[in-house]
């Protein structure tokens, strides 16, 4: 009689498992074979005596290049005209990166305007109270 423990692998509600395996052991995942957005990894336990156990990871797959959108966002109301930038970059594999395009231009927000405006208002402030007079 086998006293490990024996674990079966699902991913999402699939039928057919993609694994079965002995614990203790190392399972590579390959996301490569799994489409873009969430999904479920499904692992079904059963130890020597028969005994069952389930536990499902829920996880996202972004394989595919990232999409980073600016001037709407999600459910947001809108009326008129949007200007929005859209970029989309990827990753490269593992063993390069892709410098080209990786990082998305952003306009500067306005709390930095209002604290830069404060700043400069402040300085000036400063100059004229504590500067000689002729």
């Not at 079965?20 to 590579?28: G, K, N, R």
């Not at 020597?48 to 709407?72: D, L």
């Not at 306009?107 to 400063?126: D, E, K, L, Q, R």
Request: proline share 8%; with cysteine.
């Amino acid at each position: 009689m086998n006293n490990q423990s024996k674990v079966i692998i699902f991913i999402d509600d699939q039928l057919e498992p993609i694994a079965h395996i002995h614990t203790p052991t190392v399972f590579d995942l390959d996301t490569h074979k799994l489409t873009d957005g969430p999904h479920v990894l499904k692992i079904v336990s059963k130890d020597p005596s028969g005994k069952e156990g389930i536990r499902k990871i829920p996880f996202t797959v972004r394989n595919g290049p990232a999409i980073v959108v600016e001037g709407i966002k999600e459910n947001d109301m809108v009326d008129g005209i949007l200007p929005i930038m859209v970029n989309a970059y990827g990753k490269g594999d593992q063993q390069s990166f892709l410098i080209s395009g990786s990082e998305t231009p952003q306009s500067i927000p306005s709390w930095v305007w209002v604290i830069i405006i404060c700043f400069i208002g402040w300085a000036m402030y400063y100059l004229l109270r504590y500067l000689p007079h002729p």
